[in-house]
């Protein structure tokens, strides 16, 4: 039942977060490689080898980054930072003009996907165990509702300027990069005592002076 997305401000703002991070990161996963294809002229070889080395590196993050990035900065401080790395990798693929940029965006990319993992965690944490199953599959409606419009939008986008309005075809990345950097600022409102698993002291990446607005 989507109606619990609404309960209060802290479940309105990750519910605001979630559809920023669902809106572009499928968008990405589409559109990126008729982007690479078609403005910058990679090789379907090319990309195969991209995506590949892509798969690794995932791999590699999920194992061995995850935890102890959790760990170190907690969930909240931890979802800032994807954000704004989902930022930088699609303001990289909107401004990209060589291959070896479209690759460095992309392995970024990686990174940005501990978006998910993060904010499962958190809402896990919002609720107990009679509220799980609920809380979860409102927020994976939200989510497959981002990602059904992300790609509408930004090829819309993408149509309205692929002959040179704006920055061209990479606007629909910077806009992208925008949204992205808007779910990072998001992500800083959180409070951190509710959203962590475990509570730290003097080391959250954001003030929590919102937390009692």
Do not use: W
């Amino acid at each position: 039942e989507m109606s619990i997305l609404n309960r209060n401000r802290l479940f309105r703002t990750l519910a605001a977060v979630t559809f920023c991070t669902g809106f572009v990161y499928t968008s990405d996963a589409t559109l990126v490689v008729y982007y690479m294809e078609d403005s910058l002229g990679v090789s379907y070889q090319d990309v195969a080898s991209m995506f590949f080395t892509m798969a690794l590196l995932g791999i590699l993050v999920m194992v061995f980054v995850l935890k102890p990035a959790v760990r170190t900065l907690g969930e909240k401080g931890l979802l800032v930072v994807t954000c704004l790395c989902g930022a930088t990798h699609n303001a990289l693929y909107g401004v990209a003009a060589s291959r070896t940029t479209v690759f460095v965006a992309l392995c970024a990319s990686e990174f940005t996907s501990l978006t998910f993992p993060v904010q499962i965690s958190m809402r896990s944490n919002l609720v107990d165990e009679t509220e799980q199953g609920r809380v979860q599959g409102a927020f994976q409606s939200l989510t497959a509702v981002a990602d059904a419009v992300g790609p509408m939008v930004l090829q819309l986008i993408y149509h309205r300027t692929e002959h040179g309005a704006l920055f061209g075809p990479g606007t629909m990345f910077l806009f992208a990069a925008l949204v992205y950097f808007s779910g990072g600022l998001l992500s800083c409102s959180l409070p951190a005592k509710q959203v962590n698993s475990r509570t730290r002291s003097g080391d959250d990446l954001c003030s929590d002076s919102l937390e009692s607005a």
